[in-house]
Every structure is written in structure tokens, then in C-alpha cells.
């Protein structure tokens, strides 16, 4: 079965760089959520999109942005990176509101393998 | 607001014996409830969810878990360690629809042989 898509898987960069990550959600899944995972810590919710609309918003710095495309697929952009964004980056979809092909699926989020981004 | 509690964020067993990850959620609304795990250096995977069907719900690898609203818990288990469980695990609530996860700190399973 066809999975979520992130890329790229790993990314290195600079302080005050910037960095677009990329996710590419199941087919027919129209909501997309990206979380944030520090060392050792649990995921914490950024920000969702259902149908290319911001539908939350969590702890996201004002540095990052993010939007939905036409084709569901979703970008995080981070500017002016610093030391403490080097975290794991999950993005999640789920099939809100299209229902997905599994009965009773449309609040279950599946999650990408992440982009590991290190600031150096 | 919503918040989970996993209750030991190690836990160490014997291949064989009985795993039992606790997992105890607030919420003011009906929730819906899931176990993820995650194998080191990979993503979270869905094990099993919640979702105001049956109490108990059967996942893959052999774990289930059992709503009690009641006790507010959600706690995870498998009759029988395999060595391939080891990871960390993660309990997660949403109120629903296309709401966040909330997660707890996670549980880092250990089987010994």
C-alpha cells in the first residue's frame, strides 16, 4: 500500500539558512499534518491543512510557513534556522474528508518517515 | 485541553512474558484514542486505534488494548514478548475529525532474551 512521502530524508544546514521540506500525502487523503520531534522528546503538532486551508495551528515559530498544493501535497519552510530546530520532521495524512478506503479511517493519521534536519 | 500520560518511560521484559504499556488520557470530549510505535531512526507506525467502536481493539504484531472510560485509560498489551518489539512506543488522543494528535512522552520497550 502506498505510503506518505517526505523529502528529502536528511538535510544539513547552516545557521540562519533556510530549508523546505516536502511531504506527499497517501492518495485520497486531502488533510496534512506536520509535527516536530526534538531528541528524545515526544512529537509535538506545528500545523494541518484540510482541502489547502490552514485548518490548525499549533507551536510553529513564525520563521516557518507552510502551505497545501492543488495535488494535497503540502512544504514546510523554515528560514532563519537556528541550533534548536535540528529535529525530526513527520508529516502525517489522513482521509478527513474524502473518507479514505478503509471504513471508519478518516481520523486515523499516518505518518511519513520524517526528514531528520541537523543545524549546524 | 487534552493530555496523555504513559505511565513508566521504560519498560523492560522478558522475551515471552507478558508486555503491558499504561497509557491514562484527559479530555473534554469523547475521545479517540491510538498506540504508535517507533523503531529507532524510523517514522511513528499505527499499531491500533480507538474510535467509540469496540472497547477492545486488536492491533497488528499481536497487541491490543482496551478503552476504560471509566479508569480514563487505554493500555496496551501483548501475551507474549517478541524481540523484534522493542521500540518506543507512543499513546496519542484527538477529539476527532481532523483535529491533532496530543502524545504522550512515550514508552522505550526493552525485551531481554
Known amino acids: 500500500a502506498a505510503g506518505v512521502i517526505q523529502s528529502p530524508r536528511h538535510l544539513i544546514k547552516e545557521k540562519r539558512e533556510t530549508a523546505t521540506l516536502k511531504c506527499y500525502p497517501i492518495?485520497?487523503?486531502?488533510?496534512v499534518y506536520w509535527y516536530q520531534q526534538g531528541p528524545g522528546q515526544d512529537p509535538q503538532f506545528l500545523i494541518s491543512f484540510y482541502e489547502k486551508m490552514q485548518s490548525d495551528k499549533g507551536s510553529i515559530p513564525d520563521r516557518f510557513s507552510a502551505q497545501q498544493f492543488s495535488d494535497y501535497h503540502s512544504e514546510l519552510n523554515m528560514s532563519s534556522l537556528e541550533l534548536g530546530d535540528s529535529a525530526l520532521y513527520f508529516c502525517?495524512?489522513?482521509?478527513w474528508g474524502t473518507g479514505g478506503d478503509i471504513a471508519g479511517d478518516q481520523e486515523t493519521q499516518y505518518f511519513g518517515p520524517g526528514t531528520r534536519l541537523l543545524v549546524l | 485541553a487534552q493530555s496523555v500520560t504513559q505511565l513508566g518511560s521504560h519498560v523492560s521484559v522478558s522475551e515471552g512474558a507478558l508486555v503491558l504499556l499504561r497509557c491514562n488520557y484527559s479530555?473534554?470530549?469523547?475521545?479517540?484514542l491510538f498506540w504508535y510505535v517507533q523503531y529507532p531512526n524510523q517514522g511513528l507506525q499505527l499499531l491500533l486505534k480507538?474510535?467509540?467502536?469496540?472497547?477492545l481493539v486488536k492491533g497488528i504484531n499481536g497487541f491490543e488494548a482496551e478503552f476504560k472510560k471509566s479508569e480514563t485509560s487505554f493500555h496496551l498489551t501483548k501475551p507474549s514478548a517478541h524481540m523484534s518489539d522493542a521500540a518506543e512506543y507512543f499513546c496519542?488522543?484527538?477529539?476527532?475529525?481532523?483535529?491533532?494528535?496530543?502524545f504522550g512522552k512515550g514508552t522505550k520497550l526493552t525485551v531481554n532474551p
Open positions: 502525517a495524512s489522513s482521509p
Open positions: 479530555s473534554s470530549v469523547p475521545p479517540y
Open positions: 496519542a488522543v484527538s477529539q476527532g475529525g481532523s483535529e491533532k494528535l496530543v
Open positions: 480507538y474510535t467509540s467502536a469496540a472497547t
Open positions: 492518495p485520497r487523503h486531502d488533510t
